[in-house]
């Protein structure tokens, strides 16, 4: 039980300058938030018929609605939070600040892009929903300002791989501290998956909007915003894998059983970018040969998530068994259910193991047939995005909100309340929609007004909408608590990070130091791109800009 995660387990903080920048992304992240919520309560109650959009001010459609809870929930969000998260954890893995300039612009970077997107979505020029397929034509600030979203994790990750340089420089021959490297690792994946969405953006969608071009190319389009679309799931993930394998062992009072294991595991999510495709099995304008290679490959990528999932109950184990728990499953019930941070956290794994399964599903070809486009994609999303990565946004926060206030935090009972109020009724939705979507109910879609409707829908629609409507409780509930942290928690010492420790030490010697050089396994990765890819867009270059814009409504 030797070594800590960080190199230097004692006497680090980072200046308060650079922790209120992260806190700025992280408070920002939770704002943007509140609105996407209240936005996706009506997407909730509109399975039930229950119009809830026209008493909203300003929002004029029920699709405006879906754009502005997809967008900032799924974009916004959570690029705020990783942001500002693993810019803590590279900070503290590392033992050093990062710099001051990238910081703050990354920071200015995001929320001026969030802005001049989210102008463009309440002025009702943008209800072109989360995907914003072409030709369907937004306003020319929503593409820039999503641009801008994407250039801030750039700008972020520059200041992990300059702090990453100079740390290496004082510690030549060293192992990377597990904690920084699943940190930069996140933002190195991203680096490479982030490339097609910022290529639609920048060089078709942005001058399209503004009249430089004649027209998009809506296959690939389609196809380049898919390049980035399916990574994009573990740009969310990841930070809260950091969490999973780097601090909750330590809440739980465990530790993670191997150094090497969890850095195979975070390596695999660089290397198997290219599994964007999958979402494209129904599209004609895709090779069936190039759409079984992807299938493979996403069968492929469920396997550092199992990787997760081995190593992190067993970190959870090992902290059960030391409070007492016995036999097979008795740890389970060991481990500090009443910590809220924990509860939060252990709930949203058990919602990803959920949401894995589905997850296969839609991998499968066969399967993918029968429910694409159907509200089970939607059931399956919040499993993961929903409930694994929000509710562990949530748990993180019950810890992370009085070490950045210096506060006890706020009510934990009620804490504790709020994460099992929104995993039961993340589940009680999510079925609801999945349920739904095996009887072909249709997703993206207006159900309050539109003309055709199955009996078969009802109960897995008044499902949905009592899920949603508990899931919208249990929010407002977690923002209460953290606002009442800020302003009236108990007053208290900065602790620490729960950083956590490995039982072994990484090795110095043999091949594991290679796992260290990141360029590797980025030299790797675009090759696999450039042969999955590759075809595809030799066979559609150059474009054909013949395609005009729609303009909802």
Same mark, same amino acid.
């Given at each position: ?29 939770? $704002? ?47 690029? $705020? ?77 520059? $200041? ?274 999945? $349920? ?118």
């Amino acid at each position: 039980m030797s070594t800590a995660v960080v190199s230097e387990p004692s006497g680090f903080t980072l200046p308060q300058g650079q922790l209120n920048v992260i806190k700025w992304n992280i408070y920002f992240g939770f $704002a943007v938030l509140a609105v996407g919520v209240i936005m996706g309560l009506a997407q909730a109650l509109s399975y039930a018929r229950v119009n809830l959009v026209q008493y909203y001010p300003v929002v004029k459609s029920y699709y405006q609605a879906l754009t502005i809870h997809g967008v900032f929930n799924a974009l916004v969000l959570t690029t $705020a939070f990783a942001n500002g998260f693993i810019a803590l954890t590279t900070a503290r893995g590392l033992g050093r600040k990062l710099n001051n300039a990238l910081l703050h612009a990354a920071f200015w970077t995001l929320f001026i892009g969030s802005i001049l997107a989210a102008y463009a979505m309440f002025a009702d020029k943008a209800s072109v929903l989360y995907t914003f397929y072409p030709p369907l034509e937004a306003h020319w600030t929503f593409y820039l300002g999503l641009a801008l979203v994407v250039v801030s994790t750039w700008i972020t990750s520059a $200041a992990q791989l300059a702090a990453l340089r100079g740390w290496r420089k004082e510690h030549r021959g060293e192992r990377v501290p597990l904690l920084a490297f699943m940190s930069i690792a996140t933002y190195v994946m991203w680096d490479i998956a982030s490339v097609g969405l910022a290529v639609e953006v920048v060089v078709f969608l942005l001058p399209w909007s503004l009249g430089l071009l004649p027209g998009v190319d809506p296959m690939l389009d389609r196809t380049l915003f898919w390049f980035t679309g399916h990574p994009i799931v573990y740009f969310w993930l990841l930070p809260v894998y950091v969490s999973w394998y780097g601090l909750i062992p330590k809440q739980a009072g465990g530790v993670l059983f191997s150094d090497t294991v969890t850095r195979v595991a975070f390596i695999l999510f660089i290397l198997l970018i290219p599994v964007g495709f999958h979402h494209q099995f129904m599209d004609p304008g895709v090779s069936q040969g190039l759409k079984f290679t992807v299938a493979a490959l996403t069968f492929a990528i469920f396997f550092p998530s199992l990787i997760t999932a081995f190593s992190v109950m067993y970190a959870l184990e090992i902290g059960g068994r030391r409070r007492g728990g016995k036999g097979l499953v008795g740890w389970f019930f060991k481990i500090p259910w009443s910590d809220p941070s924990v509860a939060a956290q252990v709930l949203a794994m058990i919602a990803f193991l959920i949401g894995g399964i589905s997850g296969l599903m839609n991998a499968s070809y066969t399967m993918d047939m029968e429910i694409h486009n159907t509200a089970f994609i939607s059931g399956h999303f919040h499993q993961t995005v929903g409930c694994a990565v929000a509710l562990s946004y949530m748990g993180i926060a019950y810890w992370l909100i009085p070490y950045f206030e210096r506060r006890e935090l706020w009510m934990p009972r009620l804490a504790l309340f709020q994460a099992f109020l929104y995993f039961f009724a993340v589940m009680i939705f999510s079925n609801g929609l999945e $349920a739904g979507g095996m009887e072909g109910m249709p997703r993206r879609t207006d159900m309050v007004h539109a003309t055709y409707w199955l009996a078969a829908w009802k109960i897995p629609g008044i499902m949905t909408a009592l899920g949603g409507t508990l899931m919208f409780v249990s929010a407002m509930l977690f923002f209460l608590i953290v606002v009442m942290t800020i302003v009236a928690g108990k007053r208290a010492a900065q602790g620490d990070l729960p950083f956590t420790a490995t039982v072994q030490a990484p090795p110095n010697v043999g091949w594991q130091p290679r796992l260290d050089r990141l360029s590797y396994w980025v030299l790797i990765s675009v090759v696999l791109v450039i042969a999955v890819y590759g075809p595809f867009f030799l066979e559609h270059f150059p474009p054909s800009l013949s395609i005009q814009g729609l303009i909802y409504p």
